[in-house]
């Protein structure tokens, strides 16, 4: 009786293991926890407020690549204060592995490179689990056009890695049911051309087919004029710009160069004076965590909805 009881019991101790695991899908990886990660860090500050919005700072170590390039407004500020900054831009293997981090939230150009000394097989044998921006996909293996489900399921995901799915459930309910209700009452017209200025003088570096702004700038009743370069978010030419004529500019605000420095550049520049956007000096403005996959996407639809619609 009692080497029976011993066996039950060790079933039932089997069985809430098994219970524990849980598997998701990151880019062309099944992942499998035992149990919710305690030590994480997040990198970028979109990847962060995704983990502040699900109520998981304490369960953080820190932060890493935000300062390098951004910062942080009063209520992301707020969010992190308990927290490190570890690296200011992109973290060393050594960085992460000398936090005694278990879990690394990041993306391909979002805190690892392809090749490079972080990744997910370099931390593995560290035991610290990697969970990839979904956006962030396009960079290792073929995806579809990027859209905004692409961030609902991130949250989703995290809420499962993290055993908060029914927070992460309500989040994207929300989310969507506030986009629908706004997108049901917008009037638009014919799709805007719309052109993403994220930084560059002597070449552009742009939002293709691949970046969230596409999927951003099309919920608010535009189409991104580089909506059939097969990349992510990557350089192009001065030409092809002025060739495709954008209606609207979209600049992404970031760096040491600011969004009205940007602006400026474009306008007073006479190769682009034949360009609508310029002409009618049509210009909307996106906080790089607004324009990147994160939860202020659907102000970001709004912001632009009203830039394209308002007049």
């Known amino acids: 009786m009692?080497?029976?009881?011993?066996?039950?019991?060790?079933?039932?101790?089997?069985?809430?293991?098994?219970?524990?695991?849980?598997?998701?899908?990151?880019?062309?990886?099944?992942?499998?926890?035992?149990?919710?990660?305690?030590?994480?860090?997040?990198?970028?500050?979109?990847?962060?407020?995704?983990?502040?919005?699900?109520?998981?700072?304490?369960?953080?170590?820190?932060?890493?690549?935000?300062?390098?390039?951004?910062?942080?407004?009063?209520?992301?500020?707020?969010?992190?204060?308990?927290?490190?900054?570890?690296?200011?831009?992109?973290?060393?293997?050594?960085?992460?592995?000398?936090?005694?981090?278990?879990?690394?939230?990041?993306?391909?150009n979002y805190g690892m490179k392809?090749?490079?000394?972080?990744?997910?097989?370099?931390?593995?044998?560290?035991?610290?689990?990697?969970?990839?921006?979904?956006?962030?996909?396009?960079?290792?293996?073929?995806?579809?056009?990027?859209?905004?489900?692409?961030?609902?399921?991130?949250?989703?995901?995290?809420?499962?890695?993290?055993?908060v799915e029914n927070k992460a459930a309500e989040l994207v309910a929300g989310y969507r049911a506030d986009l629908a209700a706004f997108t049901d009452e917008l009037e638009t017209g014919e799709p805007l051309r719309v052109f993403v200025y994220d930084s560059g003088e002597d070449t552009p570096f742009t939002a293709g087919r691949y970046a969230m702004p596409t999927a951003l700038i099309e919920a608010a009743g535009g189409v991104n004029i580089m909506d059939d370069f097969e990349k992510s978010w990557a350089t192009v030419t001065w030409e092809e710009v002025v060739e495709r004529n954008p209606e609207v500019i979209m600049i992404v605000n970031y760096g040491e160069v600011t969004a009205e420095q940007k602006r400026e550049f474009m306008m007073s520049n006479p190769a682009f004076a034949d360009l609508d956007a310029v002409k009618n000096d049509r210009f909307v403005t996106l906080e790089y965590v607004e324009a990147t996959p994160g939860p202020r996407n659907i102000q970001a639809i709004k912001t632009l909805a009203e830039a394209f619609w308002a007049e």
């Open 2 to 108: 009692k080497k029976n009881l011993l066996t039950s019991t060790a079933l039932i101790i089997a069985a809430g293991a098994a219970a524990a695991e849980t598997t998701v899908q990151s880019c062309d990886r099944s992942v499998t926890f035992d149990a919710p990660p305690e030590r994480a860090i997040s990198n970028d500050v979109n990847l962060t407020e995704m983990m502040l919005v699900l109520g998981l700072a304490d369960r953080m170590v820190g932060y890493t690549g935000i300062s390098g390039w951004k910062t942080l407004d009063e209520e992301m500020r707020a969010g992190v204060e308990e927290l490190p900054e570890l690296s200011a831009k992109y973290p060393s293997k050594e960085v992460i592995v000398g936090a005694d981090a278990d879990f690394f939230f990041a993306g391909w």
């Open 114 to 163: 392809v090749g490079g000394e972080v990744t997910p097989e370099t931390l593995e044998p560290f035991g610290i689990q990697v969970y990839e921006l979904t956006e962030s996909c396009t960079h290792i293996m073929d995806t579809e056009k990027a859209n905004i489900d692409m961030m609902y399921a991130d949250l989703m995901n995290l809420g499962t890695i993290f055993g």
